[in-house]
């Protein structure tokens, strides 16, 4: 595309039966007051021309930021970043209607290119019909469990696991995808952002950097990136993006940079990362699979003190940890840690099951300070051909209602390798009746997952506690399969149990409240009338079938 220097290049993109997504992109050559206009909640991205080549930008540009001054007077640091050449880029999302000011700062003042820039942003009203536009980004308000828009609206996280989607599907394959995911009540993507065990490369042949003491970024390979980071939030869907995985034992760790990096370049990485998509709807896996507590816990509270310590960043904040883990206490003071994440790992067995429901998350959550807490990676669907659907539902269910409600994260083992006919999984390991990515879109579990953010949402989830103490008896104890998960609100006014195969459930109830109650069929997306009895301070019923449902009791 052939730009003028001297004139404003505003670019529309509008994409077939998504809402037009507004995008203004300039270059500098010198100041310049005029105005640009950008929709709230939208990106923004300035180009600049440095006025001169640098061996290596990473190292070499100690700070290329922009200072915007919202229409208020509040004050956004915005870190620029390198694209190849001598080409520099800024992109910020506003989040306030009205005229922004902003100048740049380079550390190398003498670059008339990148420093002294003043120029102006003119934030207008937006046309879009998805949530990330009209409710604006997602926020963790202070003291509470789950997170919400910026105007206050809670957000269910209900993601689902690409991680190779974005570094090795076609356009054609990742707008499929996606729109199949939006249309079933996804609303979070979690991928990789770099080459990591699972993938050595992107489709392209590139790797995100080279090198280790001295690394050296590749733009084209975030070129190739861009696009498809684009298209998520094109679709109102919100990127997870993993910035440095972590795994330190197995095969394929030599290409986990989180574990093989140095502190300095792996904090250089993720900050060039954070640098060049924080103008998205975006929340930052800073590690994935990694372990963060003990032997590599200083290393990785480095980091993200590194990375996000200054509280400018864009964006929220969590850590993805390998199987059977949690950070427990050791990142209580950890400012920049917005959301504790957990892996429960691929098993259905009783180990498994049992540290999902009554393991540290369950036991620890109220005696830690207030932050969501997500199972980022339950039972991946077709991750054992011994494994179905109801072990998949059975896993997010019970994570769901195990600690306060804040969302899920579903996984599919095509899906996540983007696996296609005749491949075979990368350090991971394989059997015949491995699904490809496409064949995996409609698993039965990957429909039942959306199901469950849908249901969730029909009511004031962000309210609902565990509650255990509810429950007269346990059939978990006798049989792990059998556990009943308890949810209420602290009013009492809406009590739900997770029923995993029929039984009869008794409740407390020494508030004598009269309840009406409704069956939810996980499977079918149904409701059906529950018959309660009230008695002797106790509520009983039945479930009505073979199989797993939520029992839904509102007070009268």
């Known amino acids: 595309m052939l730009i003028n220097k001297s004139k404003l290049i505003t670019a529309i993109v509008r994409i077939a039966s998504i809402p037009i997504v507004l995008m203004s992109v300039f270059l500098h050559t010198q100041n310049s007051n005029a105005a640009v206009q950008v929709g709230i909640w939208q990106r923004f991205e300035a180009s600049f021309i440095s006025s001169k080549a640098y061996e290596n930008s990473l190292y070499d540009v100690k700070k290329f930021e922009t200072i915007f001054t919202s229409p208020t007077g509040r004050v956004k640091k915005i870190n620029g970043f390198w694209d190849g050449g001598q080409v520099w880029k800024i ?28 120029g102006t942003v003119e934030c207008v009203s937006n046309n879009s019909k998805l949530d990330i536009y009209t409710k604006g980004g997602i926020i963790r308000p202070e003291g509470t469990y789950h997170l919400t828009h910026a105007d206050g609206t809670p957000f269910f996280w209900a993601a689902c696991t690409a991680w190779n989607g974005a570094l090795k599907s076609t356009e054609k394959e990742w707008d499929t995808y996606l729109e199949h995911r939006a249309s079933h009540g996804y609303n979070v993507i979690q991928f990789t952002t770099t080459q990591w065990r699972g993938c050595a490369a992107n489709s392209l042949g590139q790797v995100a950097f080279e090198g280790s003491e001295r690394i050296r970024i590749n733009p084209e390979f975030f070129q190739h990136l861009d696009g498809k980071i684009n298209r998520i939030n094109d679709y109102g869907l919100v990127a997870a993006p993993v910035l440095l995985w972590a795994l330190p034992f197995g095969e394929g760790r030599e290409l986990s940079p989180g574990y093989y990096l140095p502190d300095k370049e792996a904090i250089l990485l993720a900050k060039y990362l954070v640098a060049r ?118 896993a997010c269910y019970w994570s ?43 698993f039965p579990g990957t429909i039942q997952v959306g199901y469950l953010a849908g249901f969730m949402r029909k009511y004031e989830w962000w309210r609902f506690r565990p509650a255990p103490e509810l429950l007269v008896n346990q059939p978990g104890k006798e049989n792990y399969q059998n556990f009943i998960s308890v949810l209420k609100t602290d009013t009492n006014d809406i009590i739900m149990a997770y029923v995993p195969v029929r039984s009869k459930v008794s409740l407390f109830n020494t508030l004598e ?19 309660i009895d009230h008695k002797n301070g106790l509520i009983e019923t039945l479930s009505p079938a073979d199989g797993d449902y939520v029992l839904v009791l509102e007070k009268q």
Request: with cysteine; aromatic share 12%.
């Open 277 to 394: 998509y924080g103008g998205h709807h975006i929340v930052w896996i800073l590690g994935g699979d990694g372990r963060y507590v003990e032997e590599f816990e200083q290393r990785w509270k480095n980091i993200g003190r590194g990375v996000f310590g200054d509280k400018e960043h864009p964006g929220l904040v969590t850590l993805h940890p390998h199987g059977l883990s949690w950070i427990g206490d050791a990142y209580i003071g950890e400012d920049w840690l917005d959301i504790i994440a957990y892996q429960s790992s691929h098993s259905a067995a009783k180990g498994t099951v049992e540290w999902i429901n009554t393991g540290p998350p369950s036991q620890q959550w109220d005696i830690l300070p207030a932050r969501p807490i997500i199972n980022m990676e339950p039972l991946y669907e077709n991750i054992d051909p011994k494994l179905t659907d109801n072990d998949v539902r059975h």
């Open 400 to 442: 769901v209602f195990a600690t306060p409600v804040a969302g899920i994260t579903y996984g599919a083992n095509g899906i996540w390798s983007w696996l296609r006919e005749g491949e075979t999984l990368l350090n991971h390991r394989h059997f015949p009746e491995i699904r490809t990515w496409d064949k995996s879109l409609d």
């Open 513 to 531: 409240n009269r309840y009406t109650g409704q069956w939810f069929n996980p499977v079918t997306n149904t409701f059906s009338a529950a018959s």
């Open 91 to 118: 992109r910020f999302c506003p989040d306030e209607r009205g005229t922004w000011t902003y100048e740049t700062e380079c550390s190398d003042e003498k670059n008339t290119g990148l420093h002294g820039i003043n």
